[in-house]
């Protein structure tokens, strides 16, 4: 990997892992951050959050937005939002911010479809404790920790 290739990347979990913390600090629920770069080339990151209701996505997404312009120095190059307030989406190419009120999450099951994607360890990269799991999303990320134990584990042997 060159230095510049290696740099982008770094810069782009750096963002991803900002993009994490601010929906974190506005209560969102199921925050999951998905390495995405390896299956689908245009984009690095999906982060993923859940929102009780529309008056929360837009809170988080504008946090999201306020933190990664002061923090990162970037704004997204689209925005998008359904007309019921039920999911936004903040685009900026090297992540896409995805909140979702838990009816439209769970209709989409975005981390689902892809589930082949390596998940960020929220807790020890960005800090993150006490973070709200509803059953689904806990159970994905408890076989995502035993497949990270389990390479590991191969790794050293």
């Keep these: 990997m060159t230095d510049a290739v290696a740099e982008q990347a770094a810069f782009s979990r750096r963002c991803a892992l900002i993009a994490a913390q601010a929906a974190d600090e506005k209560k969102a629920t199921d925050v999951v951050v998905q390495e995405v770069r390896e299956l689908i080339g245009v984009t690095d990151y999906f982060i993923i959050a859940t929102a009780a209701n529309s008056r929360q996505v837009d809170a988080i997404i504008d946090e999201i937005e306020d933190k990664l312009r002061e923090d990162a120095g970037i704004k997204p190059t689209h925005r998008e939002m359904s007309p019921d307030g039920s999911w936004s989406l903040l685009d900026y190419g090297n992540i ?41 999303i806990a159970k994905l990320l408890s076989r995502e920790a035993q497949i990270m134990a389990d390479a590991a584990a191969a790794s050293e042997a």
């Excluded at 995805?98 to 807790?123: C, G, I, M, S």
Aim: charged share 30%; hydrophobic share 40%; glycine share 2%.
């Design 96 to 136: 896409v911010v995805h909140v979702f009120q838990p009816e439209t999450r769970e209709y989409y099951r975005l981390e689902a479809l892809w589930n082949d994607a390596p998940v960020v360890d929220l807790e020890a990269e960005a800090g993150l404790k006490d973070l709200q799991y509803s059953e689904r």
